[in-house]
Nanobody, 127 residues
């Protein structure tokens, strides 16, 4: 059973930065495409960023492109989300997700594709 554990959330002022981490255990990490999603109170969980098994292919929600960077370390079974220039409207619970991928270049933006989810880490951006 694959398990995901997020960390790195917290309180930051608008314009600040945070780096989220997700530790993955219980599976062959290099066979998993990874993603980050977020859910604000009263809203649907939305896609933020995704990365392929190899780490060479990434995709971002339009509003975060250029400010957020997703990366992975296959040797350490970790995936990261560097978030810069955070805005108050990005306050949310951020989730790490994993999906079995057939090819090294697959990555997924659809929530329904993901097989495993972490418990989330809270990010609060104050104005």
């Amino acid at each position: 059973q694959v398990q995901l554990l997020e960390s790195g959330g917290g309180l930051v002022q608008a314009g600040g930065s945070l780096r989220l981490s997700c530790a993955v255990s219980g599976g062959t990490f290099s066979n998993l495409a990874m993603g980050w999603f977020r859910q604000a109170p009263g809203k649907e969980r939305e896609f933020v960023a995704a990365i392929s098994r190899s780490g060479n292919d990434t995709r971002y929600k339009g509003s975060v492109r250029g400010r957020f960077t997703i990366s992975r370390d296959n040797a350490k079974n970790m995936v990261f989300l560097q978030m810069n220039t955070l805005q108050p409207e990005e306050t949310a619970l951020y989730y790490c997700a994993a999906a079995w991928a057939h090819t090294s270049s697959d990555y997924f933006a659809s929530r329904s594709v993901y097989d495993y989810w972490g418990q989330g880490t809270q990010v609060t951006v104050s104005s």
